[in-house]
T-cell receptor, first 112, second 118 residues
Framework: ETGVTQTPRHLVMGMTNKKSLKCEQH?????MYWYKQSAKKPLELMFV???????ENNSVPSRFSPECPNSSHLFLHLHTLQPEDSALYLC???????????FGEGSRLTVL | DQQVKQNSPSLSVQEGRISILNCDYT??????FLWYKKYPAEGPTFLIS?????DKNEDGRFTVFLNKSAKHLSLHIVPSQPGDSAVYFC?????????????????FGQGTILTVHP
């Protein structure tokens, strides 16, 4: 079982759809993150959760709604997205010291 | 304002030779630097890191050098192998929060695509 698992790996959705990305970590970490990777751009931090509490929202539009029910699970709820939101969404986890992130394989999102 | 920059989008190297990947940063508060490697269809994986109190860290074929005065770091891979072909991301963090911990707020560069030819 890999350390950080993301589902689905690929998602195609219309602008009016509502979908969710799921992340699960089996590393016993207490911090979880959502990053976005667009083509030819650096990874951009979206959200940080420590012990289920959101500690960082990096000016992310409200059409992205994170949820962290416990330290092992993280969701990203998507609604009324735009085509420019098409990207690779990466989940990561870490200890609270947070200097080394363990990434999942990513969810490739395409918004039509 | 991009605080971490990898100015070379790609690098091509012959197997057995040295690969040198470069990274520049602008934020003088950064005190911890990491390199991640990413294969297609996989998430980034941690490769090597260096704290600002050091200027070199070595792990097998991988060595990271830090020049604080120039705000520059580099990753050397020697000897390069075809399996090293991947995208390499430089990342940096600054101490925030209680006790100076950084809580994983990494700032990433754009990445450099390394291709090692047999």
């Amino acid at each position: 079982e890999t350390g950080v698992t993301q589902t689905p790996r690929h998602l195609v959705m219309g602008m009016t759809n509502k979908k969710s990305l799921k992340c699960e970590q089996h590393l016993g970490h207490n911090a979880m993150y959502w990053y976005k990777q667009s083509a030819k751009k650096p990874l951009e931090l979206m959200f940080v959760y420590n012990f289920k509490e959101q500690t960082e929202n990096n000016s992310v539009p409200s059409r992205f709604s994170p949820e962290c029910p416990n330290s092992s699970h993280l969701f990203l709820h998507l609604h009324t997205l735009q085509p420019e939101d098409s990207a690779l969404y990466l989940c990561a986890s870490s200890t609270l010291a947070g200097e080394e992130l363990f990434f999942g394989e990513g969810s490739r999102l395409t918004v039509l | 304002d991009q605080q971490v920059k990898q100015n070379s989008p790609s690098l091509s190297v012959q197997e057995g030779r040295i690969s040198i990947l470069n990274c520049d940063y602008t934020n003088s508060m950064f005190d911890y630097f990491l390199w991640y490697k990413k294969y297609p269809a996989e998430g980034p994986t941690f490769l090597i890191s260096i704290s600002s109190i050091k200027d070199k860290n070595e792990d097998g074929r991988f060595t990271v050098f830090l020049n604080k005065s120039a705000k520059h770091l580099s990753l050397h891979i020697v000897p390069s192998q075809p399996g090293d072909s991947a995208v390499y991301f430089c990342a940096a963090s600054a101490p925030v929060g209680a006790g100076g911990t950084s809580y994983g707020k990494l700032t990433f560069g754009q990445g450099t695509i390394l291709t090692v030819h047999p």
